[in-house]
């Protein structure tokens, strides 16, 4: 049987070069399931793999959409297990990696049977998130799951959009819904994470943030301007700097939000991570010693499995 190697972690912990790494050495591919990368406009604001890292091993799903694409975790599935089952046909391990818990859930598990949007419901939300802002939406969801609200991205629209719409549809918590595993699949899966203190990792964030803006995210922002109300655009990174360039707020300020949010969202990640009993880590800063032995770990697992 084939092996999936998933490489999970919060934002900002150094997933990316640790994927590389183990393309590398097993010399295969990568799959990505950050959904917030799938955009070719938000390189910046998303900590996308540079050129010089794209070069270092093939990469899928990175940069494959348009922010006006309209794109579902469904869909994401479908592909996903598609580009698996073509590169499964070249190579014994494949790598997947991102931070987005419900797109790598969908790969390894499979999610519910759940129903398609709501063209009705979409609309409405939509107009809540237009006239009362995402904190009307994450008002919501909270009374309606506080579970999911917990480990969400409350900054991310489309998340919240999808959960409040399917549980207007069935009458039933979200988190409920997607606790299950559905599909048994056809590959092994191995998933290895990093791990660092809270504060190490969050001074990363911050640290990652300053460099974004130093590398051209305000550029990148004012280009998109014209899709400014789009979904894809309402997430951190994004719309803190839209308030900025609408006169709301200053730029200091601007810059604090997102390193905020962004730590908000690790503090999910981690939440979300902390529930699961089958993810090997490396500590932030490993060594090479360190890589070996994760190395040798995988090998035995596979052999094992």
Known sequence: ??????????????????????AKHFSTEIVSCDSRQFFKEMKIGTASPSEEELKEAPHHFIGNLSVTDYYSIGQYELDALEKLEELFKQYEVAIMVGGSMMYEKAVIEGLNDLPEAHIGNQKKLEEILNSGGIEKLQEILKKLDTEYYDVVDIQNPRRLLRAIDVMWQTGKKYSELISDSQASRNFNVIRVGIEAPREELYARINKRVELMM???????????TEYRDLIALKTVGYAELFKYLDGEWDLGFAIEEIKKNSRRYAKRQLTWYRKADDIHYLQLGYSDQDFQDLIQWIDKEIKSK
């Open 1 to 22: 049987m084939k092996n999936l190697i998933s490489v999970v972690g919060p934002t900002g912990i150094g997933k990316t070069r640790l994927a590389i790494d183990l």
């Open 214 to 224: 130093e590398n051209g995210l305000m550029e990148e922002v004012k280009g998109l």
